[in-house]
């Protein structure tokens, strides 16, 4: 996973933690079973008892695919003599419709002098705000920036996404307003013009938990719905620029994703916006 696929930190850890929690299933389970020894039924008991522990089918197919992909290279490594998790289907996952803040509750939020202090820290997360709703970056791409993945000349951000693919996202002028107050500010704090793009109160780099909060609590400020985290400023950037005129395709590049389909959720969401513009338009609806 780490040096083939080329897979992150995360990823690795994650699998590792899916799979070590089969092999206590199935010790606790019976003891005399091994890795060698695991058969189909097994795997779909493991799966039926974490759907009735209350998890997710999206959660339940995640550790799926990271058994999936173990036996694959077990297999293949002659480790084991079959791949008992091949033919195992997953449970079916619903689709909710990506959650995402109205472009009014936005405006009130970054146009509303009322919000904001001139504190150090509500001009980083004002600049953080702006920076995630303006080009739909992921949180850990946002704290892996550094001042030299902006270019305040040209306009955009250079950004490392999933599997350390580089791509280059463009900004407007009032972000590229925002960065340059944030960077003057940055810069008296620091004593440096380079390194960590965002730096906490202490001058090291922003952890992603340290960024959930900044943005939970200043959207909590315009919205009441339940999700406030920096992934709804994604969805939301997607939203308004599809909203707004943007091709699909565009907005795939931006996003960073790998396949359309991963960026087509988000028409579902303009569709739900078009059929009640339409029940409330049309006489006849």
Known sequence: MRYERNRSPLTVQAYEDDLRMFESYFREKDSQVTWESVDSDLIRDWMESMMDGGHTATSVNRRLSALRSFFRFA??????ERDPAHAIVGPKKDKPLPAFVKEKEMNRLLDGEEMWDDSFGDLRARTIIILLYQTGVRVS????????????VEGYIKVRGKGNKDRVVPFGDELRAELQKYLSARECMTGDKAGSLFVDDKCRRMTPAKVRKIVEDNLAKV??????????????????????GAGIESVKKLLGHAKIATTEIYTHTTFEQLKRIYKQAHPRA
């Open 75 to 80: 297999l293949s490594r002659h480790l084991v």
């Open 223 to 244: 919205t009441t719905q339940e999700k406030r985290s920096p992934h709804v400023l994604r969805h939301s950037f997607a939203t308004a620029m599809l909203n707004n």
């Open 141 to 152: 791409e946002l704290t892996g920036m550094d001042v030299v993945s902006v270019d305040m």
